[in-house]
């Protein structure tokens, strides 16, 4: 049974120190003879690959504060790495209008590094909201290391909505089967599992095992 998810559009936008510190309302004295250029409309800024890099990197750890989709943020940290290991810019690549050089970049990927390079804005998504679980895999939230897709893959694909069910099906390692997943995570999660519940209910032996 598949559920709706809610999903949040957020824009990184690349800034010139100056344009960061005007739209935060500070005010800095500039020295005589250091006043930036005035800008063009009609200038494309040209980011460097680290900047570009950066701004990839900087998303990947939004999406994983958020609890993203793993492999998604790792699809965002490969191509940081990638660029940073290109040898010519990026920039330039893109200008000629020659494929990006980058191994294994997926299309939405290709489409982010092209925007930051024409616009200087990355728009991307989140992928979950707590909001948007089922009932059941909300309840999974309060388990340390369970952010809303793993709650969600326990729910819908294992049947997991509480803190006992978590530790019964780790204990029979049952966990480990899922993609992803594997002795240390399972090991992990059901020490969390087992944590919630003495909380909970301090006379929980959970078969003797703390």
Request: hydrophobic residues 40%; glycine residues 8%.
């Amino acid at each position: 049974m598949m559920h709706h998810i809610l999903k949040l559009t957020q824009t990184i936008e690349v800034l010139p120190s100056q344009a960061i510190h005007q739209r935060r309302g500070l005010q800095q004295l500039i020295l005589p003879g250091l006043e930036p250029a005035p800008a063009k409309e009609e200038h494309r800024p040209i980011h460097s690959n680290r900047q570009l890099a950066e701004v990839l990197a900087s998303v990947a750890d939004l999406l994983e504060r958020q609890h993203g989709n793993p492999y998604r943020i790792q699809a965002y940290r490969n191509a940081a790495r990638a660029i940073l290991a290109l040898r010519e810019p990026i920039a330039e690549i893109a200008a000629r209008g020659e494929p990006l050089p980058l191994e294994g970049l997926g299309r939405r990927m290709q489409a982010h590094i092209r925007e930051l390079l024409q616009r200087g804005t990355l728009t991307f998504s989140s992928d979950l909201l707590p909001q948007g679980l089922p009932a059941g895999a909300r309840r999974l939230l309060a388990i340390p290391h369970i952010g809303p897709h793993t709650a969600l893959r326990l729910y819908e694909e294992l049947g997991i909505d509480s803190a006992e069910k978590l530790w019964q099906a780790a204990s029979e390692q049952r966990l480990r089967q899922l993609p992803g997943f594997g002795p240390r995570s399972e090991q992990r999660l059901k020490a969390a599992a087992a944590r919630l519940l003495q909380q909970q209910e301090p006379a929980v032996s959970l078969g003797g095992v703390a």
